[in-house]
């Protein structure tokens, strides 16, 4: 597609529920991240994806959380047995493998509710 | 490990006058900065960026930021402000050596006032 697409635009489940959030990036990128932004706050970095390679997953913020990227294109953030401080804004973005020269192109993301 | 700071959670600044956005970066080697804007219910788009070469960059909608090395920074800039520049404001850095995570400030919102 022409943009990073990210699926659903809004979720809301129930506290204790398990969520996953879709991501579809610019195809050609081979790098792809994951950032959580709370209300007014800054981006929070989650978990980076290059290529083949493993997994930075060093911002992931409880064993809860965790990410997949199936065939170096499409990913899925899940996040188990949600809690109410997990409500947020999920933002991925996608970029070329240039040695991290070319800038990262975000989707519109995901907004979780937790209620 | 890699930072950036970004000190004025608001800017406010009057249409038609200059203005700027402050931001500071910390990395080991030598960096890769971004701007991107953030309009309300919206994703993150691209500004400007700065790799190599000159050290004052332009972007998107009028925008520039200078790269100084010395002191750590690369500042936003625009000559005169619209009422629609109203937003939010990140920086971002790269470390050029391992090239790998974009870390973000915490974000400026600047307001023009009409």
């Known amino acids: 597609g022409a943009g990073v697409s990210q699926s659903p635009s809004n979720k809301v489940t129930e506290k204790g529920k398990d969520v996953e959030l879709r991501c579809d990036p610019i195809?050609?990128?081979?790098?792809l991240y994951w950032y959580r932004q709370s209300l007014g706050q800054g981006l929070e970095f989650l978990i980076y994806f290059q290529g083949n390679s493993a997994p930075d997953k060093s911002g992931l913020p409880s064993d809860r959380f965790s990410a997949e990227r199936t065939g170096g294109s499409v990913s899925t953030l899940t996040i188990q047995r949600t809690q109410q401080e997990d409500s947020a804004v999920y933002l991925c973005?996608?970029?070329?493998?240039?040695?991290?020269?070319?800038?990262?192109?975000f989707g519109q993301g995901t907004r979780l509710t937790v209620v | 490990a890699q930072s950036v700071a970004q000190p004025e959670d608001q800017v406010n600044v009057a249409e038609g006058n200059p203005l700027t956005v402050k931001c500071t970066y910390s990395?080991?080697?030598?960096?890769?900065l971004f701007w991107y804007v953030q309009y309300p219910n919206r994703g993150l788009q691209f500004l400007l960026k700065?790799?190599?070469?000159?050290?004052l960059v332009k972007g998107s909608y009028g925008f520039e930021a200078e790269f100084n090395k010395s002191q750590t920074s690369f500042h936003l800039k625009k000559p005169s402000a619209l009422v629609s520049d109203s937003a939010l404001y990140f920086c971002a850095v790269r470390d050029s050596g391992s090239a790998r995570q974009l870390t973000f400030g915490s974000g400026t919102q600047l307001t023009v006032l009409p």
């Open positions: 195809s050609g990128h081979t790098a």
């Open positions: 973005a996608s970029s070329l493998a240039d040695g991290g020269v070319t800038e990262a192109f």
């Open positions: 990395v080991s080697g030598n960096p890769y």
């Open positions: 700065y790799i190599t070469g000159d050290n």
